[in-house]
């Protein structure tokens, strides 16, 4: 599975290399080659962006009803179990699955991330039989994006950053992860922009790169899914339950 999506990645990578160069001239600071995995980047993100919008939906719904997630968790405290039965309940009933969509984005990320780690590490094998002696392989700072990053500031420290932004925003969006078990999760979720930092300092700087650039897609996707996504009026079981205590009253 791994070897035969590198080949593809290989392959996507090459046509894209291909075009670039063949109508365009190179820039100085920045080779086709860092271009070409920018655009894959861009590619591979475009095809799962159906998966990052239900991901984003998912969380959105999800908030809508934390009113009766919390009504269920004041009521059922006494019994963790039965209180997550009922969750699973709710769940069902609103046509929620908060964790599904999240761990499709994540086994996907990673697969991908083995397979381009493959392409980054045998490139002459995936992308350019013929050689890659005389090809461009720079980005700004780095000089070669086969090797690792020269600098401890640079794409390792950009991928962390722009995961734990994905993180974090995720964290806010959904409430599930605020509160319950799944809340302990969240040091675990914060601590893997640290573990991609150390890791990605010693593999080649293609990787980041890839990764820094998936994150901020992904980030802005989420974002416009958050402010476009129509929002229930504020307060609107608050009023409810005033209308039943006030009928009650009248009782």
């Known amino acids: 599975m791994i070897n035969f999506l590198a080949k593809i990645l290989g392959q996507l990578m090459r046509w894209i290399y291909d075009s670039l160069s063949n109508g365009m001239v190179e820039p100085e600071n920045i080779s086709f080659y860092a271009i070409s995995i920018i655009l894959m980047t861009l590619l591979v993100t475009l095809i799962t962006i159906p998966v990052t919008i239900s991901q984003q939906k998912q969380a959105e719904q999800t908030q809508k009803i934390k009113p009766k997630?919390?009504?269920?968790?004041?009521?059922?405290?006494?019994?963790?179990?039965?209180?997550?039965?009922?969750?699973?309940?709710?769940?069902?009933?609103?046509?929620?699955?908060?964790?599904?969509?999240?761990?499709?984005?994540?086994?996907f990320q990673l697969v991908i991330l083995f397979s381009l780690f493959r392409v980054m590490n045998d490139t002459q094998t995936y992308v350019f039989p013929e050689g890659i002696t005389n090809i461009r392989k720079d980005f700004y700072w780095v000089p070669d994006l086969t090797?690792?990053?020269?600098?401890?500031?640079?794409?390792?420290?950009?991928?962390?950053?722009?995961?734990?932004?994905?993180?974090?925003?995720?964290?806010?969006?959904?409430?599930?992860?605020?509160?319950?078990?799944?809340?302990?999760?969240?040091?675990?979720?914060?601590?893997?922009?640290?573990?991609?930092?150390?890791?990605?300092?010693?593999?080649?700087?293609?990787?980041?790169?890839?990764?820094?650039?998936?994150?901020?897609?992904?980030?802005?996707?989420?974002?416009?899914?958050?402010?476009?996504?129509?929002?229930?009026?504020?307060?609107?079981?608050?009023?409810?339950?005033?209308?039943?205590?006030?009928?009650t009253s009248k009782k």
Not at 97 to 104: F, T
Not at 202 to 207: F, N, Q, W
Request: net charge positive; charged share 15%; hydrophobic share 40%.
């Open 147 to 247: 090797v690792r990053d020269p600098y401890w500031f640079g794409l390792p420290l950009a991928t962390s950053v722009s995961q734990l932004a994905v993180q974090l925003f995720t964290m806010k969006t959904n409430p599930q992860m605020q509160e319950g078990p799944a809340s302990s999760m969240n040091t675990m979720f914060l601590m893997m922009p640290i573990i991609y930092y150390f890791l990605f300092r010693s593999l080649p700087a293609g990787l980041p790169l890839y990764y820094t650039m998936s994150s901020l897609m992904r980030l802005i996707i989420m974002v416009i899914m958050h402010f476009t996504i129509k929002k229930p009026k504020a307060n609107t079981i608050e009023v409810k339950n005033e209308k039943v205590n006030h009928k």
């Open 69 to 107: 997630m919390d009504e269920i968790q004041k009521k059922y405290a006494y019994d963790p179990q039965i209180m997550q039965q009922k969750m699973q309940e709710l769940y069902k009933e609103e046509g929620v699955n908060p964790g599904l969509s999240s761990c499709l984005i994540m086994i």
